[in-house]
């Protein structure tokens, strides 16, 4: 079982419209939680960290479950900019082995017509 | 700072050659990851050092991969021999030491083997 799984995607959905994404983790030992946007050909970089209480940032928002080790990212009122690779990504928290590990999921891709 | 960079940009190289890519981290990150992006198996660690020391190499592939952090503002990621297999683009990453700290990404270098 891979460490971090997303859903497989591909999503396509019109402008304006909401789309979630899920994540599930299975190293308990994870601590700080992100999801990261990928253009095309470009490297990762991050949206968005994940917080216990679940956070928003505009028309993104993450949650968390803990004890189900579940993550997910909304997105409201899609924009064409928004089309991209989401990535789910755990970190190993202090106390456990390979404290620091940074482990990325599969990835979804998002791709938001007119 | 100028982030994240590695060298080169793109590599095309002949089966059976030695292949060596280079990171310079962000100064004073204290964490430095090796990842591997295929179109298949998404973005991979390879592994990753914490104060220039080895953490989990659990993730290179086979023997032909090697990685160093000779001080802490310069890696190498070398492959000896080379395959067609290693195709990819390889990222490099680093980070601080705190859990809600994120990892920043160079451009990352694409490998072509023939």
């Known amino acids: 079982r891979k460490e971090v799984e997303q859903d497989p995607g591909p999503f396509n959905v019109p402008e304006g419209a909401t789309v979630a994404f899920n994540c599930t983790y299975s190293?308990?030992?994870?601590?700080?939680f992100f999801w990261y946007r990928q253009d095309c050909r470009k490297e990762p970089k991050l949206l968005m960290s994940?917080?216990?209480s679940g956070n928003e940032d505009g028309r993104f928002t993450a949650q968390l479950n803990r004890a189900s080790q579940y993550i997910s990212l909304l997105i409201r009122d899609s924009k064409l900019s928004d089309s991209a690779t989401y990535l789910c990504?755990?970190?190993?928290?202090?106390?456990?082995?390979?404290?620091?590990?940074?482990?990325f999921g599969q990835g979804t891709i998002l791709t938001v017509h007119p | 700072d100028a982030g994240v960079i590695q060298s080169p940009r793109h590599e095309v190289t002949e089966m059976g050659q030695e292949v060596t890519l280079r990171c310079k981290p962000i100064?004073?990150?204290?964490?430095l990851f090796w990842y591997r992006q295929t179109m298949m198996r998404g973005l991979e660690l390879l592994i990753y050092?914490?104060?220039?020391?080895?953490?989990?190499d659990s993730g290179m592939p086979e023997d032909r991969f090697s990685a160093k952090m000779p001080n802490a503002s310069f890696s190498t990621l070398k492959i000896q021999p080379s395959e067609p297999r290693d195709s990819a683009v390889y990222f490099c990453?680093?980070?601080?030491?705190?859990?809600?700290?994120?990892?920043?990404f160079g451009q990352g270098t694409r490998l072509t083997v023939v």
């Open positions: 990453a680093s980070s601080y030491l705190r859990d809600s700290d994120e990892a920043f």
């Open positions: 190293n308990s030992a994870s601590q700080s």
């Open positions: 994940v917080y216990s």
């Open positions: 990504v755990v970190k190993v928290a202090a106390g456990g082995t390979s404290y620091g590990k940074l482990t």
């Open positions: 100064s004073g990150h204290d964490y």
């Open positions: 050092f914490n104060n220039n020391v080895p953490i989990d």
